[in-house]
């Protein structure tokens, strides 16, 4: 009895979440596994769960083969969808600031959750050909940067055999059967501050008795310009964005304090070590120019490492990948800005990770695109309320991928 994976995907997708609220999801998630007869467990930070695939003849002898996890995040988004298809989701939710919201799989994650599906499903089928331990996991809350390091928090490396790689995969803007892959930084990193300013409050019209962190805050600001302008490479990419600034209430009064939230990326970990090291001095310099009694306090809110793709194993997944799709189906997509929290568990492990994309675009639309240069303005991106990727070939190309990858890292029998 084969999975309906079109079923699975458009029902999935008229039923959206949002993240750590993916209880259905999950639910569906456990009856599919269920169903293929594959052990799992549920409610692995929050909302997420694992399955195990073991297919070691000799697993206490020693002869272990292959550990290879393969994760799917679950979240949708609070946007309100208007692609028009006829499994579009009218679905709402509540936020975690209590506000009513339209949700959507803005994101794709609904394709990554059904792919992987059809992955297991194949590779339960065909245990005679390859040997070792497929680890799947579902993961929640991927949008927030939270769902990775929750599992991890829960246990899963403990309750699942640790991987020996992670591979994972992203839908996008490409033509179907296109492949986006390369070695190194594939995503951005990125940090999310809150810097609290500690001054003296009193009276507006007595300065001289305050420690004034609206000054504080307002030099600080300007001053963290400079950690792009003047401090980094100019060939190196980093952003230092202060997208929030809150201090007092009223003309008259001198606040007591004033919190900035800052928002950092870059591309590698030196370099979040540098800016994070710049920022923190920064700070703490300008509080200390004015005369601050206590010293700052600096918060990492969130905190998403970049996504680096291990340099030989994407090499051998790009000949899997080529091998079995062809040689022109597998390019070089460049570092994408957006940031992902999949790598956690590669670097918990201390493993590679190789994360790609593929595309979900009709070919024949993304050339049209393409030829008058409109790729970006016609063809509606992650994140867009028109985003709908192509259900079919994407789906089946999706499992093809998975199956492809995690062969390519399995023992052969
Ligand atoms: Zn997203
Ligand atoms: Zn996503």
């Known amino acids: 009895m084969a999975l309906d994976l ?4 458009t029902d999935l997708h008229r039923h959206p979440e949002l993240s750590f609220q993916e209880t259905r999801t999950a639910g569906i998630i456990a009856q599919r596994l269920t169903e293929l007869g594959i052990e799992f467990e549920e409610g692995i930070g929050r909302t997420g769960l694992a ?8 697993a206490d ?3 272990r083969g292959p550990v290879v996890w393969l994760r799917a995040d679950m979240d949708g988004l609070p946007v309100e969808e208007r692609t028009g298809l006829a499994y579009a989701s009218t679905a709402r939710g509540v936020d975690p600031q209590g506000l009513d919201v339209p949700v959507m799989h803005a994101c794709g994650h609904d394709m990554h959750v059904t792919a992987l599906l059809g992955a297991l499903e194949r590779l339960v089928a065909t245990t005679d050909e390859w040997r070792g331990t497929v680890v799947a996991v579902f993961q929640p809350a991927e949008e927030y940067g939270a769902g990775s390091q929750a599992m991890i928090a829960d246990g899963v490396f403990d309750r699942f055999p640790r991987p020996d790689i992670v591979l994972g995969q992203h839908v996008t803007v490409l033509p179907t059967g ?12 990125s940090d999310g501050l809150r810097v609290t300013l500690l001054g003296r409050g009193g009276h507006g019209s ?6 004034d962190p609206v000054v504080m805050a307002a030099a600080t600001v300007m001053r963290l310009q400079t950690i792009v302008s003047r401090e980094t490479d100019p060939r190196h990419v980093a952003v230092v964005t202060v997208g929030s600034i809150h201090a007092g209430l009223k003309n008259n009064i001198i606040p007591a304090e004033a919190v900035l939230e800052l928002s950092l990326r870059y591309t590698d970990d030196e370099a979040r070590a540098r800016v994070l090291e710049k920022v923190e001095r920064i700070v703490r310099a300008e509080a200390a120019a004015s005369g601050a009694e206590e010293e700052p306090v600096i918060r990492v809110d969130h905190s998403l490492p970049p996504t680096i793709n291990d340099d030989e194993a994407t ?7 080529t091998r079995a799709f062809g040689d022109d189906k597998v390019v070089d997509p460049g570092m994408f800005t957006g940031s992902e929290d999949v790598s956690w568990f590669a670097r918990e492990a201390g493993v590679p990770l190789v994360f790609w994309f593929w595309g979900g675009v009709d070919p024949q639309v ?3 695109a393409a030829a008058s240069g409109s790729i970006e303005r016609d063809i509606p991106t992650n994140h867009s309320p028109f985003f709908a990727p192509l259900l079919q070939p994407t789906l089946d190309n999706g499992v093809a991928n998975l199956v492809t990858a995690a062969r390519e890292f399995l023992a052969r029998r």
């Not at 492949?179 to 951005?188: C, L, N, S, Y």
């Open 51 to 58: 399955a195990v695939i073991r297919n070691d003849d000799n």
């Open 366 to 368: 993304y050339a049209d």
């Open 61 to 63: 002898d020693g002869e």
């Open 6 to 9: 079109d079923a699975i995907y």
């Open 178 to 189: 296109t492949i986006g892959v390369r070695p190194g930084t594939q995503m951005a990193a």
């Open 206 to 211: 007595r300065p001289q008795a305050t420690i």
């Open 315 to 321: 090499a051998r997944l790009s000949a899997a990948f």
